[in-house]
């Protein structure tokens, strides 16, 4: 079965601090994604990669960045925290394009 | 924008009911469609595709797609407490797009 991991269950950090999100997949899928979920909104993209080092905005780039240096794995990045950014994070993996997606168990980011 | 509407409920039904959810989409030219069911506080989990019209069976799940009509729908048989969950539909474009475009999701309480 496929894996996705995500480095943390649940983070507390402060406003102003830079956050680094990890999720590394073990199936050699060519597409990663990072959502946030909040309630009342769904899932909201938030970056996609199709290839290493390549990336593309999704639906609220806003305030985030990413990297992908490897295959496996696809990192987010809150430059500077903020309240509004305390949110479920989910990590997501699909093997080509119209393939399902595997989701990571998310991370829960409390920003105080 | 590509859109995937949802009625987001609760959709209450009694255990050993059918649940009927469904999803309608914009982009007409969309091939691949996908339920995910997910618990609370759990991250989605896909439990049915379907590509071509028509219905698509697996255990008491059932997925059932008009391309004309534009929705997509899951049957629920025999409906278990155990099914209680938000069901997301997820719709991928046409075009070659990578992203797939979620609904906001549907909430089913299976009741006792």
């Known amino acids: 079965d496929v894996k996705v991991t995500q480095s943390s269950r649940y983070l507390v950090k402060r406003t102003g601090e830079k956050v680094f999100l990890e999720c590394v997949q073990d199936?050699?899928?060519?597409?990663m994604f990072w959502y946030r979920q909040d309630p009342g909104l769904g899932l909201r993209l938030i970056y996609f990669?199709?290839?290493?080092?390549?990336?593309e905005k999704g639906d609220i780039p806003e305030g985030y960045s990413v990297s992908r240096e490897k295959k496996e794995r696809f990192s987010l990045i809150l430059e500077s925290a903020s309240t509004n950014q305390t949110s479920m994070y989910l990590c997501?993996?699909?093997?080509?394009?119209?393939?399902?997606?595997?989701f990571g168990s998310g991370t829960q980011l409390s920003v105080l | 924008q590509k859109e995937v509407e949802q009625n987001s409920g609760p959709l209450s039904v009694p255990e050993g009911a059918i649940a009927s959810l469904n999803c309608t989409y914009s982009?007409?030219?969309?091939?691949?469609f996908f339920w995910y069911r997910q618990y609370s506080g759990k991250s989605p989990e896909l439990i049915m595709s379907?590509?071509?019209?028509g219905d698509k069976e697996d255990g008491r799940f059932t997925a059932q797609l008009n391309k004309a009509s534009q929705y997509v729908s899951l049957l629920i048989r025999d409906s278990q407490p155990s099914d209680s969950a938000t069901y997301l539909c997820?719709?991928?474009?046409?075009?070659?797009?990578?992203?797939?475009?979620f609904g906001r999701g549907t909430s089913l309480i299976v009741h006792p």
């Open positions: 997501a993996s699909s093997l080509t394009i119209n393939e399902k997606l595997f």
């Open positions: 199936m050699d899928h060519e597409n």
């Open positions: 990669s199709y290839d290493v080092k390549m990336k």
């Open positions: 982009d007409r030219g969309s091939q691949s």
């Open positions: 379907i590509y071509s019209n």
């Open positions: 997820a719709v991928h474009p046409s075009g070659g797009s990578y992203i797939p475009t």
